[in-house]
């Protein structure tokens, strides 16, 4: 699968599917609450399982006052 990751600045990583969103994060070293994962319209929660064809990014979550 692919993986876009595009702040600080777009990285695009080559992921082994399928996978668990939260497996897929590990691996890239990223912290679940920290981020939201998004494929197409759709956010998607830690123990979704992601096919191999797919194509989901990755984006800090950012919460502000």
Do not use: F, Y
């Not at 494929?39 to 998607?44: H, P, R």
């Amino acid at each position: 699968m692919k993986v876009v990751i595009p702040i600080p600045e777009r990285r695009v990583h080559e992921i082994k599917g399928p996978k668990q969103v939260h497996a897929i994060l590990k691996e890239l070293g990223l912290v679940s609450e920290s981020v939201i994962v998004i494929w197409g319209e759709n956010l998607l929660t830690p123990d979704v399982t992601v096919p191999d064809e797919a194509e989901i990014e990755v984006r800090p979550a950012i919460s502000g006052g």
